[in-house]
Antibody, heavy 121, light 106 residues
Framework: EVQLVESGGVLVQPGGSLRLSCAASGFTFSSFGMNWVRQAPGKGLEWVSYISTSSSTIYYADSVKGRFTISRDNAKNSLYLQMNSLRAEDTAVYYC??????????????WGQGTLVTVSS | DIQMTQSPSTLSASVGDRVTITCRASQSISSWLAWYQQKPGKAPRLLIYKASSLESGVPSRFRASGSGTEFTLTISSLQPDDFATYYCQQYYSYYNFGQGTKLEIK
């Protein structure tokens, strides 16, 4: 069974840092692009970042560019999101999502259950 | 940045109704559009990809069409399990989601 499990979400103060993890299982992780998507409480979905299979191609939404860093470890079947200079508006459930293929941007065919990040003093 | 606009934002309907949700892109995205369903407290679920292709396991009452800038998602006969929020997503240039359409029970 294809599974994505996020972890690392906590309460953090504004200006703080946090690293989220996403553990993948049930498929060949190194063959698929991956993303982070977030959802603020009561709001819609917002794409955050994309990483290709070999980490050679990385994209960020303007709202997080320069503050967040996406990475992956194919040997550990894991995806990460390093979040720095956190703001109240970064408060959201963060989902990892698998891209349908490993060659290019494509739709998301599998999502994790999400992890909640709360930025507040 | 490509803007995705869904309408309506909220839709009230009854079991058995036929409903249609519209998604408009601020520029042409060819057929690079997906539709997702999300229930409260759950992750989104893929329904449709490439504008009109039904994901495996999704009931055939879900139909979608469109290309360029205008797209629709139609549910032919609403079932109790269909009451949820629906999002369109373009993947022509990076990614953008519509603001969502909440489908409520009338």
């Amino acid at each position: 069974e294809v599974q994505l499990v996020e972890s690392g979400g906590v309460l953090v103060q504004p200006g703080g840092s946090l690293r989220l993890s996403c553990a993948a299982s049930g498929f060949t992780f190194s063959s698929f692009g991956m993303n982070w998507v977030r959802q603020a409480p009561g709001k819609g979905l917002e794409w955050v970042s994309y990483i290709s299979t070999s980490s050679s191609t990385i994209y960020y939404a303007d709202s997080v560019k320069g503050r967040f860093t996406i990475s992956r470890d194919n040997a550990k079947n894991s995806l990460y999101l390093q979040m720095n200079s956190l703001r109240a508006e970064d408060t959201a459930v963060y989902y990892c999502a698998r891209v349908n293929n490993g060659h290019t941007i494509d739709y998301f065919d599998c999502w994790g259950q999400g992890t909640l990040v709360t930025v507040s003093s | 940045d490509i803007q995705m606009t869904q309408s309506p934002s909220t839709l009230s309907a009854s079991v058995g109704d036929r409903v249609t949700i519209t998604c408009r892109a601020s520029q042409s995205i060819s057929s690079w559009l997906a539709w997702y369903q999300q229930k409260p407290g759950k992750a989104p679920r893929l329904l449709i990809y490439k504008a009109s292709s039904l994901e495996s396991g999704v009931p055939s009452r879900f139909r979608a069409s469109g290309s360029g800038t205008e797209f629709t998602l139609t549910i032919s006969s609403l079932q109790p399990d269909d009451f949820a929020t629906y999002y369109c997503q373009q993947y022509y240039s990076y990614y953008n989601f519509g603001q969502g359409t909440k489908l409520e029970i009338k």
